[in-house]
């Protein structure tokens, strides 16, 4: 008896102290992977030639819309079933969006190395400095923000609708601006609020396997945060 205490007080702390770092880990590297399969999948789009298949000298191709209504497709779909399917495929899954992201990215980003190649760095900066300021906010933070929860969502729901309006419609510069504008601070917002809600989730959830699936879905709701205040501010640093 005098040889098992030790034993559970040790296991108690490693599950308190250095499972949530296990968790977290887990997180951003598959976060930060998806990232990094985006930026090479869009560059090498583009530096193959691949631009073609995308954008042509009157706009769109179908291939640009059937990859971007395919990827908001299988991101919901991936959200919907997170809890239901196995953490690996999860994760092939979270890959193949980032992939397709890559793909719907290219045009963005062969417009910025068209207009100003050093504005896709910067935007790249500005986007990481506010995911990490905003991460480690929502960490941190004493203050409940689940209260944003609706209004996030219905922000993100009107980005959506806009930005498939803009498909038919150009809209006005001035317009843009306000569009772009919104989404950073909605997304950066949205950083802080995932963070707060998948620290609190870990505390609950007593089972590894849904801990894991937990990864998995909190590091997709992650990237598309960090990718859409790429995206946002990088239309921001390439206004008229």
């Given at each position: 008896?005098?040889?098992?205490?030790?034993?559970?007080?040790?296991?108690?702390?490693?599950?308190?102290v250095?499972?949530?770092?296990?968790?977290l880990k887990?997180?951003?590297?598959?976060?930060?992977?998806?990232?990094?399969?985006?930026?090479?999948?869009?560059?090498?789009?583009?530096?193959?030639?691949?631009?073609r298949?995308?954008?042509?000298?009157?706009?769109?191709?179908?291939?640009?819309?059937?990859?971007i209504?395919?990827?908001?497709?299988?991101?919901?779909?991936?959200?919907?079933?997170?809890?239901s399917?196995?953490?690996?495929?999860?994760?092939?899954?979270?890959?193949?969006?980032?992939?397709?992201?890559?793909?719907?990215?290219?045009?963005i980003?062969?417009?910025?190395l068209a207009?100003?190649?050093?504005?896709i760095?910067?935007?790249?900066?500005?986007?990481?400095?506010?995911?990490?300021?905003?991460?480690?906010?929502?960490?941190?933070?004493?203050?409940?923000?689940?209260?944003?929860?609706i209004?996030?969502?219905?922000?993100?729901?009107g980005?959506?609708?806009?930005?498939?309006?803009s498909?038919?419609?150009?809209?006005g510069?001035?317009?843009?601006?306000?569009?772009?504008?919104?989404?950073?601070?909605?997304?950066?917002?949205?950083?802080?609020?995932?963070?707060?809600?998948?620290?609190?989730?870990?505390?609950v959830?007593?089972?590894?396997?849904?801990?894991?699936q937990?990864?998995?879905?909190?590091?997709?709701?992650?990237?598309?945060?960090?990718?859409?205040?790429?995206?946002?501010?990088?239309?921001?640093?390439?206004?008229?």
């Amino acid at each position: 008896m005098v040889q098992k205490n030790p034993v559970r007080v040790k296991k108690s702390n490693s599950q308190t102290v250095g499972g949530i770092d296990l968790y977290l880990k887990k997180i951003f590297t598959l976060m930060f992977g998806a990232v990094a399969v985006t930026a090479i999948t869009a560059f090498i789009t583009i530096y193959l030639g691949g631009i073609r298949l995308l954008v042509t000298d009157g706009g769109m191709t179908p291939m640009f819309y059937i990859v971007i209504f395919g990827g908001l497709a299988l991101s919901i779909w991936a959200q919907v079933r997170a809890f239901s399917m196995r953490p690996a495929l999860a994760a092939v899954l979270l890959f193949i969006y980032a992939v397709m992201i890559g793909f719907g990215l290219t045009p963005i980003i062969w417009g910025g190395l068209a207009v100003n190649p050093a504005s896709i760095v910067w935007a790249f900066v500005i986007a990481a400095a506010m995911f990490g300021f905003m991460a480690a906010y929502g960490y941190k933070t004493a203050k409940d923000l689940s209260f944003l929860g609706i209004f996030l969502m219905m922000g993100m729901i009107g980005l959506i609708l806009v930005g498939i309006v803009s498909m038919i419609w150009t809209l006005g510069g001035t317009f843009s601006t306000i569009v772009c504008a919104i989404g950073v601070l909605v997304f950066a917002l949205f950083t802080a609020y995932d963070m707060q809600t998948l620290k609190r989730s870990y505390e609950v959830l007593g089972d590894d396997v849904q801990k894991d699936q937990l990864a998995v879905l909190g590091a997709l709701h992650l990237y598309i945060s960090f990718i859409a205040m790429f995206q946002y501010v990088l239309g921001l640093l390439n206004r008229d």
